[in-house]
């Protein structure tokens, strides 16, 4: 075993739970203010970002989501609370970003809070809290019912919480960059480097450090201690990043025939890929990616998420580095009656547009039959 010793503990046995590419250090900072009460930790490489938490955490969070979901009480509490949430999301933003020509202080934390708040309810949509329940829901009709009322929840939550907030240029997040920028004379690229307690700190004269900008776009680490996060940066990082990816069978291969993953949707086919990729640098030229996809194609992404459906409908089979039985590509498969084959961790740098592929759904393989 690889050994992590300066910033990484490996007797935590991480795991890997998101990968995005073009995700900033704010981002990963309002991530951490609610995921550090699960002892997450973040890393990431020239904004190659991934989430991990501790094999025990991630078990105990599905322990917690297979007593959670037959629970109508806990439930219908939790349902209620997001559902109320999401009606006040655009009254806030609207309040706090977009009507004031210059922002406070007060603006700012109220709208970071809100979007912490947002995790605090969208975890429990996530792979690592519903899919232990999922396997239990055939033979509870309640469970079956609840995680459906998640799901829908989800699709909701999912666009007006992350779509609307972080990704497009015109997300909540760019339109709050583009004022502080102006307001502050800061370049705006440099404010997403910029934490949580650095853009507080912007109302009260003081400004980050070029070093501390380059060292956290170079690498960083986001660790959390005792519900405490500490932030490590620059290429005394790096090593132990590598190292960790290694070790979690994250690199990417070569030379590989056949790709392993999570069957997520029945059913075997033959078809060209076509390649779909989704973060905050590419979400406002999706149509036009969905666009060049051919009816019959299989569906590569990282994930899927309602505003896939344009690619979904054409789709003869999906693929996702990422995701569980109750994800969007999972459950979008299944009503379609397509295969689908998720968390393949590397499917969209192993395989490129224009390769045949064979999707096996029933046992989560996909065998490249030629490259393109």
């Given at each position: 075993m690889i050994k992590l010793v300066k910033f990484i503990d490996s007797s935590k046995n991480y795991q890997r739970l998101f990968h995005f590419e073009g995700i900033d250090f704010l981002m990963n900072d309002v991530w951490m203010a609610f995921y550090k009460s699960l002892e997450a930790l973040e890393t990431s490489i020239d904004d190659e970002w991934y989430c991990w938490l501790p094999k025990k955490v991630l078990n105990a969070q599905l322990d917690d989501g297979a007593a959670f979901f037959p629970d109508n009480n806990r439930f219908n509490e939790y349902y209620d609370a997001h559902v109320t949430y999401l009606d006040d999301l655009l009254k806030i933003f609207d309040s706090e970003i977009q009507k004031p020509e210059i922002l406070t202080r007060h603006n700012v934390e109220k709208f970071l809070e809100h979007c912490r708040l947002a995790l605090s309810f969208f975890y429990r949509t996530e792979f690592f809290y519903t899919d232990k329940a999922y396997t239990l829901s055939e033979s509870n009709p309640i469970i079956k019912e609840n995680l459906m009322k998640n799901y829908t929840l989800k699709e909701r939550s999912r666009v007006e919480i992350f779509n609307n907030t972080w990704f497009g240029d015109n997300s909540y997040f760019n339109q709050m960059f583009r004022k502080l920028s102006k307001q502050f004379d800061v370049n705006q690229r440099n404010l997403k480097y910029y934490g949580v307690d650095d853009i507080y700190a912007l109302f009260e004269g003081r400004k980050l450090e070029d070093k501390t900008v380059n060292d956290r776009k170079e690498a960083r680490i986001i660790v959390a201690e005792n519900k405490k996060s500490k932030v490590f940066s620059g290429s005394q990082v790096k090593d132990d990043i590598i190292a960790l990816l290694?070790?979690?069978?994250?690199?990417?291969?070569?030379?590989?025939?056949?790709?392993?993953?999570?069957?997520?949707?029945?059913?075997?086919?033959?078809?060209?890929?076509?390649?779909?990729?989704?973060?905050?640098?590419?979400?406002?030229?999706?149509?036009?990616?969905?666009?060049?996809?051919?009816?019959?194609?299989?569906?590569?992404?990282?994930?899927?998420?309602?505003?896939?459906?344009?690619?979904?409908?054409?789709?003869?089979?999906?693929?996702?580095?990422?995701?569980?039985?109750?994800?969007?590509?999972?459950?979008?498969?299944?009503?379609?009656?397509?295969?689908?084959?998720?968390?393949?961790?590397?499917?969209?740098?192993?395989?490129?547009?224009?390769?045949?592929?064979?999707?096996?759904?029933?046992?989560?393989?996909?065998?490249?039959?030629?490259?393109?």
């Open positions: 290694k070790q979690a069978g994250e690199e990417i291969p070569h030379g590989v025939k056949t790709l392993k993953g999570i069957p997520a949707s029945k059913g075997k086919v033959i078809g060209r890929v076509k390649i779909i990729v989704s973060d905050p640098k590419t979400f406002d030229s999706l149509a036009k990616e969905f666009e060049k996809m051919q009816k019959g194609d299989i569906l590569v992404a990282e994930t899927t998420s309602p505003e896939f459906m344009p690619a979904c409908e054409k789709a003869s089979a999906i693929l996702a580095n990422q995701g569980g039985l109750l994800s969007h590509a999972a459950v979008v498969s299944r009503e379609f009656g397509i295969p689908c084959v998720v968390g393949l961790k590397y499917a969209t740098h192993v395989l490129k547009d224009g390769d045949t592929v064979e999707v096996d759904g029933e046992n989560g393989t996909v065998k490249i039959l030629g490259k393109r």
